[in-house]
């Protein structure tokens, strides 16, 4: 089966970086696949992007070289088997709150007896290889988010789950969770200790931590911090900042930042 690069870069120690989809598109995502990143995630939470949309954009990120995963909506078990079928090689799952909801996604994500995925890897056969099924428990990846009060609270517990790779942080619900705005100060204050507490905790057990970047300045610390996946904004961000940029610059008027945040 084809290998998980992801899991190999995790591996090595060294930091994958990710790209986002929230356009419900093919063709934006094979641009983003083309864009350099190791793996690029289809956000079917937040993202504007339904089941039938994410198939397509599955198959035209495995025509470029980076790996394909998902954003499930939330911790659903037809949800995440659809789209391991579909060819997702790894799923981000939002909220986790403990161990029970973390074992739970990881069950999704692992044919048995590991979990209880059901088995039909219609298109995960064509991007992953004959052999799918041999090789799917170790090579998919399964991230849980850690971004909520009780996920914050029991993240000991969820990061020592069997099975589950490693925790995903997203700085904006997070923030929410701890009482503040959710534009994410990873510099100061309580985001700043939670973001520390979730990497101490990824460590503790082995697990591959990543967060959700909003911007250049944000990603460039958090690698300094030495997060293992570290994901760019999304495209919808990037969108709207070339485009202010260019027009601004036709009409002279300044950039408006706080039109091109990362969510
Ligand atoms: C968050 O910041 O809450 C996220 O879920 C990132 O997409
Ligand atoms: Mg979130």
């Not at 579909?86 to 999704?108: E, K, L, T």
């Amino acid at each position: 089966m084809r290998a998980n690069s992801i899991k190999q870069l995790f591996r090595k120690q060294q930091c994958a970086l990710g790209g986002w989809c929230s356009v419900g598109s093919p063709y934006s995502a094979e641009l983003m696949g083309h864009g350099g990143f190791d793996t690029v995630v289809v956000d079917l939470q937040h993202g504007m992007i339904f089941i039938e949309q994410a198939m397509t954009m599955l198959a035209a990120l495995s025509s470029t070289p980076a790996m394909p995963m998902v954003r499930v909506s939330e911790n659903h078990f037809f949800e995440i088997n659809k789209l391991l079928d579909a060819g997702a090689y790894g799923v981000i799952c939002p909220m986790i709150d403990d161990a029970a909801a973390a074992r739970r996604f990881v069950s999704a994500c692992r044919y048995p007896p590991a979990g209880t995925r059901s088995y039909g890897p219609t298109r995960g056969f064509l991007y992953g290889g004959p052999d799918y099924f041999s090789g799917a428990n170790d090579e998919i990846l399964a991230l849980g988010m850690i971004e909520t009060p009780l996920g914050l609270a029991n993240v000991d517990e969820i990061a020592a789950t069997d099975g589950l790779d490693g925790l995903f942080i997203g700085p904006a619900d997070l923030s929410l969770a701890l009482g503040i705005s959710p534009v994410p100060d990873w510099r100061a204050g309580p985001l700043a200790k939670a973001i520390d507490d979730i990497l101490a905790s990824a460590r503790r057990h082995g697990k591959l931590a990543g967060i959700f970047c909003t911007s250049v300045p944000f990603a460039q610390d958090m690698k300094k911090k030495g997060f293992d996946y570290i994901n760019l904004g999304n495209e919808a961000a990037y969108i709207r900042a070339a485009s202010q940029e260019w027009v601004s610059a036709l009409k002279g008027t300044a950039v408006d930042s706080t039109k091109a945040s990362g969510y």
